[in-house]
């Protein structure tokens, strides 16, 4: 019965007008990464890189926290294998990432280069969206919705590169809740994962590991060292569904 229907789809799709709605849907993240991708600009600048710097930064490594600490390691001189090493680290939240992407997703070619677009908020947003599409959409809405978030982010670099100061200037407080909201926007993304158990444990483990080295005094390695005993504990821990009682 539902051979007729499937075929409807894939006669009346249209990969423009997909990614279009990749596009609409990718658009509420834009005010978590705007802010975000100011401060980088501004906090790059800071440190001694040029515009053109901090723009290529911003689209080669796309990754907030990864940026916020290549910059900041660069600039103290730290050498050069631990900054790469340390940025792999933090990113090791894509363990988790794309195996439970890769049930909602077609096959292609084209994977390789787009997995480039998956950030925390275009997960959240692929995870919840992704299911409810036919499968012969999917593709193009990814396409459209991480090209977006990622175009943003770099003109939100440029932007922060060369105004941000003098906004930071006129408006201190922007400065201090900026990078904020980009963690902010994806734990309300993904709020809703809370009710499945497994993620449940496996964010539980991520907060309390990356709390309790922060107090350790270990905050440099917070963030990787949590990441990682939160995809130890995605992958490790199952419930047995519960038994329908006779």
Request: charged content about 10%.
């Amino acid at each position: 019965m539902s051979q007729p229907a499937d075929h409807t789809v894939h006669a009346n799709h249209s990969p423009l007008r997909s990614a279009l709605q990749g596009v609409r849907e990718a658009i509420p993240l834009l005010g978590g990464y705007i802010p975000v991708a100011l401060s980088f600009g501004l906090v790059a600048t800071q440190a001694g890189f040029t515009t053109w710097e901090a723009a290529a930064i911003s689209a080669l490594i796309y990754a907030g926290a990864s940026q916020f600490l290549f910059v900041g390691m660069i600039a103290a001189g730290a050498p050069l294998w631990l900054v790469v090493a340390m940025t792999l680290l933090i990113n090791v939240r894509h363990v988790v990432y794309g195996p439970n992407l890769a049930a909602l997703l077609p096959s292609s070619r084209h994977w390789p280069w787009l997995m480039h677009g998956l950030t925390d908020q275009v997960f959240a947003l692929a995870l919840t969206r992704l299911p409810q599409l036919p499968e012969v959409k999917r593709f193009s809405w990814f396409v459209g919705a991480s090209l977006l978030a990622w175009a943003v982010w770099i003109i939100g670099t440029v932007i922060g590169a060369t105004g941000g100061e003098a906004v930071t200037a006129r408006w201190p407080l922007l400065g201090e809740i900026m990078p904020f909201a980009l963690p902010a926007l994806f734990l309300t993304m993904v709020a809703p994962r809370f009710t499945d158990k497994r993620w449940a444990a496996a964010m539980l483990c991520t907060i309390l590991a990356a709390l309790g080295l922060n107090l350790a005094g270990w905050s440099n390695v917070a963030i990787p060292l949590a990441a990682a005993c939160g995809a130890l504990c995605f992958y490790t821990v199952t419930f047995q569904p519960r038994r329908s009682r006779p």
